[in-house]
């Protein structure tokens, strides 16, 4: 059986949350291998899947937009619906305008139900946002690789620099005044398709200010898949916090980390909820000074060796929900 996808995405190409999703999602619905039970066998389905802005270039199955509602206004995305008759699956970013659009569209993919706001759309399906996952390796080799120290504890952070809602200069210069001449602050932020916003100077100025250029190091590189995750790996800690609150989105890099294989700690809010639920996941208080307070308590005097099980979360797990899903809106 064959199964034509794609994948409309205005971020195609960039650096930004979306486009990496969608460039993942395209990446491991080719190249997954997936069966189904019909009429009491399994049956192969074999995936071809396009990426597109305006117009596939091939006639799909199904078309499955990612909706983000700062990045596809609500006149394209109904140009988008009343042009292209096949079926038509939301995967849900941020929630937006959405629900103006429930009996236009055929379905939607949720990362978690609480974005949900208001009516409760007539089909959808709710799938976490995915995690990169590779085998764990050695922390010592790892930070031999990457020149990072071996007789520090390293305490870290990942994901674009400028991601929304972030503060980095501000929770880094915190953090920096905690560091003991044992611990080490490492951040893997790379920077965003709007640059840095000036952050990378702000964050070295601080660094400079309190003489921790020892203890500390930015990585601002946009790296491999694999070596974002090997740089986490090389963490005894991995943290993350931004300052949004409401409902609407769930957290990609929070996800990667738990596919790091590394202690992780989350600020509790709607953002992270997916990820803090995951077990051996901490949760800390949602005010970034109280925050800063909740990730040095564990640092220094939990037990980092619990970490959560990134397996049941994989890219390879959760794309094949997606053509269950897919498969479920078509009929088969």
């Keep these: 059986m064959k199964l034509k996808v794609a994948i409309q995405c205005n971020e195609l190409g960039q650096r930004g949350g979306i486009g990496t999703y969608s460039g993942r999602l395209n990446e491991y619905l080719n190249k997954t291998k997936f069966k189904i039970d019909k009429d009491g066998k399994k049956e192969n389905v074999y995936v071809s899947c396009e990426q597109f802005v305006n117009k596939p270039m091939n006639k799909p199955d199904i078309i499955n937009i990612q909706y983000e509602s700062g990045m596809l206004q609500p006149q394209q995305l109904q140009s988008i619906i009343q042009k292209n008759p096949e079926s038509i699956v939301v995967t849900v970013h941020h929630m937006g305008f959405l629900p103006n659009f429930y009996p236009l569209i055929d379905g939607m993919v ?3 139900k609480n974005q949900i706001e208001g009516e409760e759309p007539w089909n959808y399906t ?5 995690a990169l996952v590779y085998p764990e390796k050695s922390k010592e080799d790892m930070r031999e690789k990457y020149d990072l120290p071996k007789d520090k504890k390293i305490l870290g952070t990942a994901g674009f620099i400028a991601g929304t809602g972030k503060r980095l200069p501000e ?5 920096l005044k905690k560091l003991k001449d044992d611990e080490f602050l490492y951040l893997i932020t790379s920077f965003w398709k709007g640059g840095d ?11 400079k200010e309190l003489g921790k250029e020892n203890q500390f190091r ?5 790296v491999s898949e694999e070596e974002l995750n090997e740089k986490m790996q090389c963490c005894d800690l991995l943290f993350a916090w931004n300052n949004m609150d409401g409902k609407g989105s769930n957290s990609g890099i ?14 509790d809010s709607p953002h992270y909820g997916f990820v803090g639920s995951i077990e051996n996941v901490e949760v ?3 005010k970034m000074e109280d925050f800063v307070k909740d990730t040095f308590k564990l640092f220094r005097k939990g037990d980092l060796t619990k970490v959560a099980n990134p397996e049941p979360y994989s890219w390879e797990t959760l794309t094949k929900k997606y053509v269950e899903y897919f498969l479920e809106i078509l009929g088969e």
């Design 110 to 112: 949720l990362h978690s």
């Design 126 to 130: 709710v799938i976490p946002h995915p």
């Design 171 to 175: 929770i880094v210069n915190l953090m």
């Design 197 to 207: 916003f000036g952050f990378t100077e702000q964050i070295m100025k601080s660094v």
């Design 218 to 222: 930015i990585d601002t590189e946009f």
């Design 254 to 267: 929070g996800m990667d980390m738990i596919g790091s294989r590394r202690k992780v700690i989350v600020k």
């Design 284 to 286: 800390g208080r949602p």
